[in-house]
């Protein structure tokens, strides 16, 4: 499959051990026994080499036992983590915080804790598609760049590592632009994939990193631990702070236009399997306006209980006809070469009185150069009742 978009560790599962409390109730004689409740056993420890490998890219101190320490000691990770900081902390003030205000403040009301979150087309920006569904149990990204692998220390030489570093920040476009250029990802992440970025930008987020395997799919579907050097995918177990739940976060690798689907359908098996979803599509260079990729703007229709997009997504003509749209900031021409792509219908429907709202940060293709949108569809049946009602999506 290939999907479009704007030395390793160990690659082994680890347990996790859940203990319920029990009441056992003994009667005799007429007479109740005490309850008596077990003692919650501790989850055993962790493998923390992922989430040390995460922060060691990120710009932060691992664990003190990590196998980086070494490495951090040096000028060149000293750099890179004072670089980080700023990059950081400037595109949080300038772009992170307002995107959340706007969830919080529009998306909220219709979020639904559990669900799985669909972000085709999106590379390996986990940034904005965990910021919009702040409350997924399961995140599936996509996009044409192989997965890689997570990096070691033996992966890093010396001589090499300021280098190395340069390289990774030049490729977090996601921090300049807000969005990952396909152009640039074929050339940045052709040898080390894309795992190391979602590791950097995943532990940024401040993310702890529980796991991570390397997987492919199963003609029906199902997922297979890979010992492919280019697998299908990658599976990311992680935890937000503060949070004792696993949420899982997976990329894949791979081509969806319609003959690609027809011959492999194991990718849309998948999706299938993970029931309905809520879907975020940006930055999508148009692909789900061309007839080659009608197969999976019908799959995102047929189970998508939201959408949130930009121009580049589904045709405003056609997702109008079966959802509730609500219409955010301000609708602008395509810049080229997506000029041809001007949505009357759409431009139409931001001109209505009191038909927008605000959006209140810059996103997208026009990203500090003209006025930036989103659209929020909606099934009609689905409201901030039904959705709170119908509880998870299945996983």
Known sequence: MQFYSDGALPLRRVGIVLSLPLALVFAGCGAQAPVQKAQAQPEPPVNLAFDNAAKFLAGTKGSPDTEFKALQEQPAWQEHAAQME????????????????????????????????????????????????????????????????????????EANLAANFIKLRESAGIFRRTFFVTSEMDRQFRVGGVTPMLLMLMSRLGYTIRDVRLVDLTPEGQLAQSDRPKPNGV?????????????????????????????????????????????????????????????????????????????????????????????????????????????????????????????????????????????????????????????????
């Open 235 to 395: 599976e990311i177990t992680f935890r937000r702070p503060g949070s004792s739940d696993d949420m899982k976060l997976f990329y894949f690798s791979g081509d969806v236009r319609n003959e690609k689907l027809e011959v492999n359908p194991s990718w849309l098996k998948f999706l299938e399997s993970k029931g309905r979803c809520d879907t975020l599509i940006k930055s999508a260079s148009f692909l789900l306006h061309w007839k080659e990729f009608t197969r999976m703007r019908q799959h995102i229709l047929d189970h998508s209980d939201a959408i949130l997009q930009d121009d580049t997504g589904i045709p405003f003509r056609v997702l109008s006809k079966e959802y509730k749209v609500s219409f955010f900031g301000k609708y602008s021409a395509p810049d080229k070469p997506f000029k041809g792509h001007f949505q009357k219908e759409l431009a139409a429907a931001f001109e209505q009185p009191g038909n927008v709202r605000e959006l209140g940060f810059s996103l997208g293709y026009g990203y500090g150069r003209r006025s930036s949108h989103l659209v929020f569809a909606r099934r009609e049946s689905v409201t901030a009742q039904n959705r709170t009602a119908e509880g998870p999506a299945r996983n």
């Open 86 to 157: 700023t990059l950081w902390a400037r595109f949080a003030e300038k772009q992170l915080k307002p995107a959340v205000d706007f969830q919080k403040r529009e998306l909220e009301p219709l979020s639904r804790a559990g669900s799985f979150v669909f972000y085709p087309f999106g590379g390996p920006d986990v940034i904005y598609a965990t910021t919009f569904y702040p409350k997924g149990k399961t995140y599936v990204l996509a996009g044409l760049e192989p997965v890689g692998l997570v990096p070691t220390a033996a992966t890093f030489k």
